[in-house]
């Protein structure tokens, strides 16, 4: 997702570092005869501020579950794996009731993915698209509604310490969700709660990596587990990091 759109053609390189070995990972593709990919390059390459974002969700709402759906999109399961991992590599378990908040949560298949691995508890969502949320709620998951956007440098009405767990899938860019945002991801989670998130692999180094390391250096969160899915995992010729931290 840079932020210089590319010359000539569509060419969305993702460059990712795994097992210290660096690779750029491109989806190219023509337009015309790809919708999908004609889609994902309006997002990522016209698509510059908060609003413009919400508008680009807004008008391609009805449409989304299919974009995804051809770009092979397994981020919600993968989000949920790399919880799973944690779980089964500390031997804790996040409790299943527990309270939780989608961030970002679009049409609800990061809800759903979450009740897939048994969490039963109340989901509240924070998605700032009323016309993806109306299909959101279809889903019969979520308990209360946030309409609002996660931008750096501002606060939603979300109230803080509330929730045990908040989790956020493709959501975290260079948008509006930039690296700041995760703070107040982090306000909304109660003590000893958790935060999950899964982001095109790009954005890992020397952006969110680092700045969890300057959180994790004033004592506000504990990284768990850190996954990376190579291209094709998390969606065609894309490749992807989540993480799981705990708020401290």
């Keep these: 997702m840079d932020s210089e759109q590319p010359d000539n053609e569509m060419s969305l390189c993702i460059s990712t570092n795994q097992s210290g070995d660096h690779k750029n ?3 190219n593709g023509e337009a015309s005869n790809d919708p999908s990919k004609e889609w994902l390059h309006s997002l990522w390459w016209q698509v510059s501020n908060a609003q413009e974002e919400k508008n680009f969700y807004d008008r391609s709402a009805k449409n989304y579950e299919i974009m995804t759906d051809q770009l092979h999109w397994r981020a919600p399961q993968l989000c949920m794996k790399t919880i799973a991992n944690w779980e089964q590599k500390s031997g ?19 809800g759903v993915a979450l009740r897939e691995i048994g969490f039963t508890g109340p989901v509240d969502a924070l ?13 019969k998951i979520y308990r209360d509604w946030y309409g609002e956007m996660l931008v750096e440098g ?17 959501v975290f860019s260079d ?19 958790y ?44 490749a992807a990091v989540a993480f799981v931290l705990e708020k401290l």
């Design 25 to 27: 990972e491109c989806l």
């Design 92 to 110: 804790i378990t996040i409790p299943r009731e527990s309270v939780a908040i989608d961030i970002g949560a679009g049409t609800g298949l990061s």
């Design 127 to 139: 998605e700032p698209s009323a016309n993806m949320f109306a299909l959101a709620k279809q889903k």
């Design 154 to 170: 501002e606060e939603t009405t979300v109230p803080g310490d509330m929730y045990d767990l908040a989790f956020s899938v493709g």
């Design 175 to 193: 948008r509006s969700a930039k690296k700041g945002s995760l703070s107040e991801v982090v306000r909304m989670v109660k003590k000893g709660g």
């Design 195 to 238: 935060i999950a998130v899964i982001m095109v692999a790009r954005h890992w180094p020397e952006e969110f990596r680092d700045h969890i390391a300057l959180m994790e250096g004033e004592g506000l969160v504990k990284t768990l587990q850190v996954d990376a899915f190579d291209s094709d995992m998390y969606m065609r010729e894309v």
